[in-house]
């Protein structure tokens, strides 16, 4: 074999290779994985672009939005001028130019020329053709339902009218659950559309697509969803019975984020069910969010009687995180609030509530029995230095540190010495932590963390927490809790920036 052989092999395995990556950001898990897969194949350049436009006849709607990813970490005037010429190069399929097109408009931001326009065709024959594949495709991955919805919402209304009336008239009662997903992103007109479709969808499926976008729509639409299912009931439709749910929660920590698990046990086979994994943040709502179906439960923390903890390692990570068993009526109360903040802001539902939302709701009658949060004991009478810290090394209060921008700054304005308790910059950050920005963040993270303490049945932490919360509403700068978070946050900020300080030097 000669050199220039031994090359050709080379160079032709490190295409496959490429071609590889290109078709896995279709199986990502999450955005924040279909981000860094995308990141990471740009980096090969020509090659990656190469293998985009080789892609582009794909059909599965998962492959073109990674597709779109990947083109918007390329050089843009090689990657514009590439996706430009594969739209009006006639001998590619209409699927392959109309890829082309979605992500120059989509992810580029190009505007398309109404000469290149005319030689493209309809874009909702395409769009019409792949409905079918994508419900098949849902079968072993939901989340092409989202991708397939958040695409077809970006043409325009009359091709979105058009592709929705050719879903409407399949006959797969899988439809619903496509619907369900358009729907689940769409304007109050549409979703009002689509609710009343699906009442008239006599399968299980349009039971628990309708139950899921009554937590996803706008309230005003509730009674409509309500209608419609005791139409399908009263014509006889069931609901499939569901799986045992429970529902486990974390600590917030400093920045306002907790950990909220559902754990669903499969009802044909109680030894394998699906985790969802959730973030919140108390002012953002849902931030995080990420599915595991048909998991081996005994990989799981096993069942406990309620307020039980358990230190558990996340899936996929080191991180450990204490999560308590939760009547799952109260996670679910946690998940409507968050869900609330969520909608507040319009921000976009996170795509694995929407396909696998069903079995989280399957069960919950609508409108939903109020659920309480317990009772917070009233705040303990006195607190000295000694429980202060106990209360800062509780498990609960793991990581407390209180970011504030201005520490930064502070700290560059500090002559190097050793830092001391008292010194001018701690009483400065103890006035940052009561100043009207924070100190109703740490009044309401402090409650919360009352409130999950009580749940973890620990009333006398709880009560600790109540006091500190009592005294950051009255801005009582003398607290030992409140001087001494603080004083870690400090410490924490300066040895970052040590930290940061030292790379530098060593770079």
């Known amino acids: 074999m000669t050199e220039k052989d031994s090359s050709r092999i080379l160079n032709f395995g490190d295409r496959l290779a490429i071609d590889r990556a290109v078709k896995e950001l279709a199986h990502a898990r999450n955005a924040y994985e279909l981000?860094?897969?995308?990141?990471?194949?740009?980096?090969?350049?020509?090659?990656a672009l190469n293998a985009l436009l080789r892609h582009l006849e794909a059909s599965d709607p998962a492959l073109r939005g990674g597709l779109g990813r990947l083109a918007q970490h390329l050089d843009p005037d090689m990657t514009i001028a590439a996706l430009r010429q594969a739209a009006m190069d006639e001998s590619r399929s209409d699927a392959a130019r109309l890829t082309a097109v979605m992500i120059l408009e989509r992810y580029l931001d190009q505007e398309i020329d109404p000469a290149l326009a005319q030689r493209i065709p309809a874009s909702y024959d395409v769009a019409r053709e792949s409905g079918e594949e994508a419900i098949a495709i849902a079968e072993t991955e939901p989340l092409v339902l989202v991708e397939y919805a958040e695409q077809l919402l970006d043409e325009p209304a009359e091709i979105v009218q058009a592709v929705l009336?050719?879903?409407k008239d399949m006959d797969d009662p899988r439809r619903a659950r496509l619907l369900m997903a358009v729907a689940a992103y769409g304007h109050d007109?549409?979703?009002q559309d689509i609710i009343t479709t699906l009442g008239s969808i006599r399968h299980p499926l349009a039971i628990q697509a309708l139950k899921t976008l009554w937590h996803?729509?706008?309230?005003?639409?509730q009674p409509l969803i309500q209608r419609q299912l005791q139409k399908l009931r009263m014509a006889g439709t069931l609901e499939?019975?569901?799986?045992?749910?429970?529902?486990l929660w974390s600590p917030v920590n400093a920045q306002g984020h907790s950990f909220l698990w559902f754990i669903h046990a499969h009802p044909s086979d109680t030894t394998?069910?699906?985790l969802l994994v959730l973030i919140l943040h108390d002012e953002l709502g849902v931030v995080y969010a990420s599915a595991h179906p048909d998991l081996d439960l005994n990989e799981l923390p096993m069942p406990a009687p309620r307020g039980a903890t358990h230190q558990v390692r996340m899936v996929d990570s080191h991180h450990q995180v204490l999560l308590t068993e939760l009547d799952p009526q109260l996670g679910l109360k946690a998940l409507d609030e968050a869900l609330a903040l969520l909608a507040a802001q319009a921000s976009p539902w996170p795509g694995e509530?929407?396909?696998f939302g069903h079995w989280l709701w399957s069960q919950r009658h609508l409108p939903p029995p109020e659920a309480s949060w317990p009772k917070l004991p009233s705040p303990s009478p006195e607190m000295d230095e000694e429980k202060a810290q106990a209360l800062l090394e509780h498990p609960a209060f793991a990581g407390w540190v209180w970011l504030l921008p201005e520490l930064e700054e502070l700290l560059a304005a500090t002559r190097e010495k050793e830092l001391r308790k008292e010194d001018p910059i701690h009483l400065q950050i103890i006035e940052l932590l009561l100043n009207d920005r924070n100190r109703p963040l740490l009044s309401k993270r402090l409650l919360q963390q009352a409130r999950w303490l009580k749940l973890a049945r620990d009333p006398k932490t709880a009560?600790?927490?109540?006091?500190?919360?009592?005294?950051?509403m009255a801005g009582d700068a003398s607290h030992p809790f409140i001087r001494q978070l603080a004083w870690r946050s400090l410490l924490t900020a300066a040895a970052d920036r040590a930290m940061r300080k030292a790379l530098r030097l060593l770079s």
């Open 216 to 221: 996803l729509s706008a309230s005003s639409l």
């Open 240 to 247: 499939e019975p569901g799986g045992e749910i429970r529902a």
């Open 35 to 47: 981000e860094k897969r995308a990141r990471e194949l740009a980096a090969k350049g020509k090659s």
């Open 165 to 167: 009336q050719v879903i």
């Open 463 to 472: 009560s600790h927490a109540m006091a500190v919360r009592s005294a950051v």
């Open 353 to 355: 509530l929407v396909v």
């Open 272 to 274: 394998r069910g699906d």
């Open 189 to 191: 007109s549409l979703q």
